[in-house]
């Protein structure tokens, strides 16, 4: 199993920047992808970017294409999600996870496998 574990989130103002970071323990030693998706109030949960195992894929909602910036330090263990020029419409509780079982590129929730708890982004306007 892998566990992903966020933190980063806070409260922003709108232009502002924050920098998410996950952590995933469990499965060392496995190469798999890792994502980052987002869930507002009332709203389904959406996918926001991915990475490959390596860093040389990722791919990003046209919603944040331009803004945010997935990346990881397989050293460290951490996937980051720098997110720029934030917006009220960012604000979300975003989840770090990862697929290990998943089709290369995918960006369904049913694609990711192991998901963390969560951390809450509030851009204010």
């Known amino acids: 199993q892998v566990q992903p574990v966020e933190s980063g989130g806070g409260l922003v103002q709108a232009g502002g920047s924050l920098r998410l970071s996950c952590a995933p323990s469990?499965?060392?030693?496995?190469?798999?992808?890792m994502g980052w998706f987002r869930q507002a109030p009332g709203k389904e949960r959406e996918f926001v970017a991915r990475?490959?195992?390596?860093?040389?894929?990722?791919y990003y909602a046209d919603s944040v294409k331009g803004r945010f910036t997935i990346s990881r330090d397989n050293g460290k263990n951490t996937v980051y999600l720098q997110m720029n020029s934030l917006k009220p419409e960012d604000t979300a509780v975003y989840y770090c996870?990862?697929?290990?079982?998943?089709?290369?590129?995918?960006?369904?929730?049913?694609?990711?496998?192991?998901w963390g708890q969560g951390t809450q982004v509030t851009v204010s306007s």
């Open positions: 469990g499965r060392t030693g496995s190469s798999y992808a």
């Open positions: 990475i490959s195992w390596s860093g040389g894929s990722t």
């Open positions: 996870a990862a697929a290990l079982y998943g089709p290369p590129g995918g960006t369904r929730v049913a694609d990711f496998d192991y």
